[in-house]
T-cell receptor, first 114, second 113 residues
């Protein structure tokens, strides 16, 4: 079974600064997919970024980028130029792909301070 | 763009009552998933359907059942409700493909009194 671990229950950052959220996972699969989802106070689940394990290049979406270390089974999220609207719970998630379920970590609550 | 629709958005029930949650996936999406998120917890997978057939089952109590209909909408039926069933229930949908990007609905907040 796959497991996802987020070791930082809470983090805070000043507006315009950079913050990195950590995620590690455990799997015996050789190919899989990793995601970061954002859940703001509205509780809506919003996909932030995704990474295919077979791709060596780290995914980037505007101010969001990941550091994917397959051998170390690490998948961290870097948020640059943090904005107040980035305040949310962030969940790291794993999927074997296809029509497979998502397995989530416990989440990291990020607060961006003005 | 069309999103996943869930109804109702809020539901209040008494213990031992029955609840039905509905999900309308994004058009042309072939897979529907149900997740349960308790207070302060991460979403937990309950069950999924691919092309109207159950494709996977997670930690779903026997008191819960679900199905996907010919028009691809799905319903989660919950009977003999318990206080611990109070949670946010998400439906998500995806269109096959390799990376399985799941799009989540806004959720149904169920409160059991």
């Amino acid at each position: 079974a796959q497991t996802v671990t987020q070791s930082q229950p809470e983090m805070s950052v000043q507006e315009a600064e950079t913050v990195t959220l950590s995620c590690t996972y455990d799997t015996s699969e050789s190919n899989y997919y990793l995601f970061w989802y954002k859940q703001p106070p509205s509780r809506q689940m919003i996909l932030v970024i995704r990474q295919e394990a077979y791709k060596q290049q780290n995914a980037t979406e505007n101010r969001f980028s990941v550091n994917f270390q397959k051998a170390a089974k690490s998948f961290s999220l870097k948020i640059s130029d943090s904005q107040l609207g980035d305040t949310a719970m962030y969940f790291c998630a794993f999927s074997k792909g296809g029509s497979e379920k998502l397995v989530f970590g416990k989440g990291t609550k990020l607060t961006v301070n003005p | 763009a069309a999103g996943v629709i869930q109804s109702p958005r809020h539901l209040i029930k008494e213990k031992r009552e029955t609840a039905t949650l509905k999900c309308y996936p994004i058009p042309r999406h072939d897979t529907v998933y149900w997740y349960q998120q308790g207070p302060g917890q991460d979403p937990q997978f309950l069950i999924s359907f691919y092309e109207k057939m159950q494709s996977d089952k997670g930690s779903i109590p026997d008191r819960f059942s679900a199905q996907q209909f010919s028009d691809y909408h799905s319903e989660l039926n919950m009977s003999s409700l318990e206080l611990g069933d109070s949670a946010l229930y998400f439906c998500a949908s995806s269109f096959g493909g390799a990376y399985n990007e799941q799009f989540f609905g806004p959720g149904t907040r169920l409160t059991v009194l």
